[in-house]
């Protein structure tokens, strides 16, 4: 047992009990088993929405089955003339209660498989005629838990993943093409299958946990490109984005929970080829350990170890690296919020990403308690006092110039992060290299509670509405330089007028598709008082940028004129529930609601300046 395992998560997370019929039947709607079981290999096909693609896949699998093999469907939502076409084939069929996702799908049916060798392949893969004889072909050396095929394109200029095609040798590789892969059931069943709240790196977590776990070597997972099937990265370049992002928000959440996980692809490339493939028969063709034994296992050592070493701490500051540069760099502009600075600079403190520098710019607030409240960070944060009061703007690039980093969040004093936000923005900063701002998602706290849920690609032309994306949006130092940092001379909606210049130089911000931005509404903030002289500054904005206006007024018009008709239709409900509230306030109990019915008449005459402006 690896006891490294439990420096920084409890390891019992990663057990799963068992595969088994009465683990997968409760989670069935019906079973039909049209086919008796198969002798040596089942090969599992999970179904969502499919239609020719599949009915072509299961007429290629039923010619080469014979005796020696089987297929297994997992209908994980069908149409019903996809269902009643499938059940004409001669194959073991069974419908799941709803969507379980791929890997749900998978771990289902490999709990009816009472065949040694089980293999899995996508609904919407192209096989050859001799697909089942090379499951048995690569599995022919006992001692090899799992093999993953290799990967052709099926649409010319279609996007390719790297990892797809790794050549014509086969080597140890950890399976990381699950829809194309060949287990031996036994070992796969009582590892507990895939992680089923991941898509995407589900076979190389398993394969981690099987290795630190179970006993298994390296050795025993293997590509072999004899195993093909023709299928498509994405077939259209526009939804390539997301799918990039998505598959990297898994990444980054298995990486979280499993920490050790680089360390083990790390020992597959250490791995010499020829030699290592030899000596894998060496090893036995299941798991050492069962995981009843390694849960024993696991909660001896845990009892052993001192909490400090099962649970992580961080209780110091992060530090620069040799060249005295940080990964990322927090700017929070304080002035007269160091009584509520705390919280932000915790969330900071808090991250899971290392190396962030937090700058603290105080911008020369009267209370005289500031500079004695601010310096209890000064352990933790760079603490810079201006002289004079400049507004946000000055704040903040007061603090973006001192930073020692490439990779910038200015954070309002108010306001938080969660844990995760700036390592997720770090990872899409230097995997896509031509993106200049990320933002998230941005939760309401306070006077308002909901999400804002912010485009996922969002343009220079998107921000000549209104400012498109939450202040505490991250970008590139170079953007903040290219872009001439924030208008000093602006005391409201600074933020929004910046995102208009950023995005033209940086080009479409990206957007991560969680809300990790907690943005509080409060009375008396700054916004309450941009509102007031909203007409000036957006006079000011718009006079600024007149000629990016007048170049896209085609496309700003109709979203203000949305705008309108959606803040008309506020004003119009509001009013609705004042005349409901003075009908009300006709009984009795009147005295107990006037209050309320003065607060929504004030909000009505709020919203209707604002409309008519």
Same mark, same amino acid.
């Given at each position: 047992?690896?006891? #490294? &395992?439990?420096?920084?998560?409890?390891?019992?997370? $990663?057990?799963?009990?068992?595969? *088994? /019929?009465?683990?997968?039947? @409760?989670?069935?709607?019906?079973?039909?088993?049209?086919?008796?079981?198969?002798?040596?290999?089942?090969?599992?096909?999970?179904?969502?929405?499919?239609?020719?693609?599949?009915?072509?896949?299961?007429?290629?699998?039923?010619?080469?089955?014979?005796?020696?093999?089987?297929?297994?469907?997992?209908?994980?939502?069908?149409?019903?003339?996809?269902?009643?076409?499938?059940?004409?084939?001669?194959?073991?069929?069974?419908?799941?209660?709803?969507?379980?996702?791929?890997?749900?799908?998978?771990?289902?049916?490999?709990?009816?498989?009472?065949?040694?060798?089980?293999?899995?392949?996508?609904?919407?893969?192209?096989?050859?005629?001799?697909?089942?004889?090379?499951?048995?072909?690569?599995?022919?050396?006992?001692?090899?838990?799992?093999?993953?095929?290799?990967?052709? #394109? &099926?649409?010319?200029?279609?996007?390719?993943?790297? $990892?797809?095609?790794?050549?014509? *040798? /086969?080597?140890?590789?950890? @399976?990381?093409?699950?829809?194309?892969?060949?287990?031996?059931?036994?070992?796969?069943?009582?590892?507990?299958?895939?992680?089923?709240?991941?898509?995407?790196?589900?076979?190389?977590?398993?394969?981690?946990?099987?290795?630190?776990?179970?006993?298994?070597?390296?050795?025993?997972?293997?590509?072999?490109?004899?195993?093909?099937?023709?299928?498509?990265?994405?077939?259209?370049?526009?939804?390539?984005?997301?799918?990039?992002?998505?598959?990297?928000?898994?990444?980054?959440?298995?990486?979280?929970?499993?920490?050790?996980?680089?360390?083990?692809?790390?020992?597959?490339?250490?791995?010499?080829?020829?030699?290592?493939?030899?000596?894998?028969?060496?090893?036995?063709?299941?798991?050492?350990?069962?995981?009843?034994?390694?849960?024993?296992?696991?909660?001896?050592?845990?009892?052993?170890?001192?909490?400090?070493?099962?649970?992580?701490?961080?209780?110091?500051?992060?530090?620069?690296?040799?060249?005295?540069?940080?990964?990322?760099?927090?700017?929070?502009?304080?002035?007269?919020?160091?009584?509520?600075?705390?919280?932000?600079?915790?969330?900071?403190?808090?991250?899971?990403?290392?190396?962030?520098?937090?700058?603290?710019?105080?911008?020369?607030?009267?209370?005289?308690?500031?500079?004695?409240?601010?310096?209890?960070?000064?352990?933790?944060?760079?603490?810079?006092?201006?002289?004079?009061?400049?507004?946000?703007?000055?704040?903040?690039?007061?603090?973006?110039?001192?930073?020692?980093?490439?990779?910038?969040?200015?954070?309002?004093?108010?306001?938080?992060?969660?844990?995760?936000?700036?390592?997720?923005?770090?990872?899409?900063?230097?995997?896509?290299?031509?993106?200049?701002?990320?933002?998230?998602?941005?939760?309401?706290?306070?006077?308002?509670?909901?999400?804002?849920?912010?485009?996922?690609?969002?343009?220079?032309?998107?921000?000549?509405?209104?400012?498109?994306?939450?202040?505490?949006?991250?970008?590139?130092?170079?953007?903040?330089?290219?872009?001439?940092?924030?208008?000093?001379?602006?005391?409201?909606?600074?933020?929004?007028?910046?995102?208009?210049?950023?995005?033209?130089?940086?080009?479409?911000?990206?957007?991560?598709?969680?809300?990790?931005?907690?943005?509080?509404?409060?009375?008396?903030?700054?916004?309450?008082?941009?509102?007031?002289?909203?007409?000036?500054?957006?006079?000011?904005?718009?006079?600024?940028?007149?000629?990016?206006?007048?170049?896209?007024?085609?496309?700003?018009?109709?979203?203000?004129?949305?705008?309108?008709?959606?803040?008309?239709?506020?004003?119009?409900?509001?009013?609705?529930?004042?005349?409901?509230?003075?009908?009300?306030?006709?009984?009795?109990?009147?005295?107990?609601?006037?209050?309320?019915?003065?607060?929504?008449?004030?909000?009505?005459?709020?919203?209707?300046?604002?409309?008519?402006?």
């Amino acid at each position: 047992m690896n006891t #490294s &395992l439990l420096r920084d998560r409890p390891v019992l997370e $990663h057990l799963k009990e068992p595969l *088994t /019929r009465a683990s997968s039947e @409760p989670r069935l709607l019906e079973e039909r088993m049209l086919l008796g079981p198969a002798n040596d290999l089942t090969v599992v096909v999970v179904a969502y929405n499919e239609r020719e693609t599949l009915l072509g896949l299961l007429r290629k699998l039923t010619e080469q089955v014979g005796r020696r093999a089987s297929v297994l469907v997992l209908d994980n939502g069908l149409d019903r003339d996809v269902r009643e076409a499938v059940l004409e084939f001669n194959l073991h069929y069974a419908r799941a209660r709803g969507n379980l996702g791929c890997c749900g799908g998978r771990n289902v049916g490999a709990g009816l498989v009472e065949s040694p060798l089980l293999s899995f392949l996508d609904a919407d893969a192209a096989i050859g005629d001799d697909y089942v004889d090379t499951c048995f072909d690569v599995m022919s050396d006992p001692a090899t838990l799992a093999v993953r095929g290799k990967v052709e #394109s &099926l649409t010319p200029g279609a996007v390719f993943a790297a $990892h797809y095609d790794l050549g014509e *040798t /086969r080597f140890p590789r950890y @399976p990381d093409t699950e829809g194309v892969s060949v287990w031996r059931s036994e070992a796969f069943q009582e590892a507990g299958g895939f992680e089923e709240a991941l898509y995407g790196h589900e076979g190389v977590v398993l394969c981690h946990r099987m290795i630190e776990l179970y006993g298994a070597r390296p050795a025993q997972f293997i590509y072999d490109p004899r195993l093909a099937i023709g299928h498509d990265f994405v077939a259209d370049p526009e939804v390539l984005h997301a799918k990039i992002l998505r598959n990297q928000v898994f990444r980054w959440q298995v990486d979280r929970k499993y920490p050790l996980l680089e360390s083990t692809i790390a020992v597959f490339a250490g791995l010499a080829r020829a030699q290592d493939v030899q000596s894998a028969a060496e090893s036995s063709p299941l798991l050492v350990k069962t995981a009843r034994e390694v849960k024993a296992e696991i909660a001896e050592l845990r009892a052993e170890l001192p909490r400090e070493q099962v649970l992580r701490r961080r209780s110091a500051p992060d530090a620069p690296n040799d060249e005295g540069r940080f990964a990322f760099t927090v700017v929070i502009p304080c002035y007269n919020l160091h009584r509520r600075v705390g919280k932000a600079v915790t969330s900071v403190l808090r991250q899971t990403l290392d190396g962030v520098e937090i700058i603290i710019v105080d911008d020369a607030s009267p209370d005289p308690e500031a500079r004695t409240v601010l310096e209890q960070w000064s352990d933790v944060a760079t603490v810079i006092y201006r002289s004079e009061n400049g507004g946000a703007s000055a704040a903040r690039n007061t603090g973006v110039a001192a930073a020692r980093s490439d990779y910038i969040l200015c954070l309002d004093a108010d306001d938080t992060i969660t844990t995760t936000y700036l390592e997720d923005a770090y990872n899409v900063f230097e995997m896509l290299p031509d993106v200049g701002v990320v933002a998230s998602h941005v939760r309401y706290q306070g006077r308002r509670t909901g999400v804002w849920k912010v485009a996922d690609h969002v343009t220079a032309v998107d921000a000549l509405s209104e400012s498109p994306i939450g202040n505490a949006s991250c970008y590139r130092k170079s953007v903040w330089e290219a872009a001439d940092g924030y208008d000093e001379s602006m005391r409201g909606y600074e933020d929004w007028e910046y995102w208009i210049r950023a995005l033209q130089v940086a080009g479409p911000a990206r957007t991560i598709p969680r809300p990790h931005y907690r943005y509080l509404v409060r009375g008396g903030s700054k916004v309450a008082t941009s509102n007031r002289n909203a007409k000036s500054i957006v006079t000011y904005i718009v006079s600024k940028h007149s000629g990016a206006y007048a170049a896209n007024i085609a496309q700003v018009l109709p979203r203000k004129h949305e705008q309108v008709v959606s803040a008309r239709a506020r004003a119009a409900r509001a009013e609705l529930e004042l005349l409901e509230l003075r009908d009300a306030m006709r009984i009795p109990a009147r005295s107990r609601i006037r209050g309320y019915a003065s607060r929504v008449k004030r909000r009505v005459k709020r919203v209707t300046r604002r409309v008519r402006r």
